[in-house]
């Protein structure tokens, strides 16, 4: 099944201690991307990658950190999360041909105390 | 960044009633995007839009790229209970790999 994986699910950590939420996708996508979900907010794109090795800031980058070390992982990390980092995290994979048609994790809700 | 204005916020409304909601900006883009995203998921795209005035429907679906390229609606005709979920525009902008969102607009479905 074709399908955009991410762990943890949930995550509840305190300010400063690093964490990686991984992404994987089993479609054979260059493009990969992650998004913050907040209420009012919508998504906003904090990085995307168009292929291994070639990464790109997105609207609201500041605090992560992404690498694409492999075509199938696209993992985020938050080297010292802080407390405005509680969000709803999406990582979303697409074609390089269609990447407006993207497919989306399930999302990882992640709260920083 | 890029900031596109959904309304309305939420629809409260009766089985079979027809629903609109818009998106809007101070910018150009060249496409427009709607997701649906349903409780607990993450969104799935319903209509893309690639053309100034362009007009797409997917069934009950229909929606419309603005031909000041500055907006587009959605459209849902003969609303059923599984239309309840929030919906969202998206648009990109010059550079083809960043993507913005709208706030959302949640829609309910009274049977």
């Known amino acids: 099944e074709a399908q955009v994986t991410q762990n943890p699910r949930y995550l509840i950590t305190v300010t400063g201690k690093k964490l990686t939420v991984t992404c994987s996708q089993n479609m054979n996508h260059e493009y990969m991307s992650w998004y913050r979900q907040d209420p009012g907010l919508g998504l906003r794109q904090i990085y995307y990658s168009m292929n291994v090795e070639v990464t790109d800031k997105g609207d609201v980058p500041e605090g992560y950190k992404v690498s694409r070390k492999e075509k199938r992982n696209f993992p985020l990390i938050l080297e010292s999360p802080s407390p405005n980092q509680t969000s709803l995290y999406f990582c979303?994979?697409?074609?390089?041909?269609?990447?407006?048609?993207?497919?989306f994790g399930p999302g990882t809700r992640l709260l920083v105390l | 960044g890029q900031q596109l204005n959904q309304s309305p916020q939420s629809m409260f409304i009766q089985e079979g009633e027809d629903v609109s909601m818009n998106c809007t900006s101070s910018?150009?883009?060249?496409?427009w995007l709607w997701y649906k995203q349903d409780p607990g998921e993450g969104p799935v795209l319903l209509i893309a839009l690639y053309k100034a005035g362009e007009l797409t429907s997917n069934g009950r679906l229909t929606a419309q790229f603005g031909i000041t390229r500055k907006d587009s609606f959605l459209n849902i005709s003969a609303s059923i209970p599984s239309d309840v979920g929030i919906y969202f525009c998206?648009?990109?902008?010059?550079?083809?790999?960043?993507?913005?969102f709208g706030s959302g607009t949640k829609l309910n479905v009274k049977p």
């Open positions: 998206a648009a990109q902008w010059g550079n083809f790999n960043k993507f913005y």
């Open positions: 910018s150009i883009f060249n496409t």
């Open positions: 979303a994979s697409s074609a390089g041909t269609a990447k407006e048609t993207q497919y």
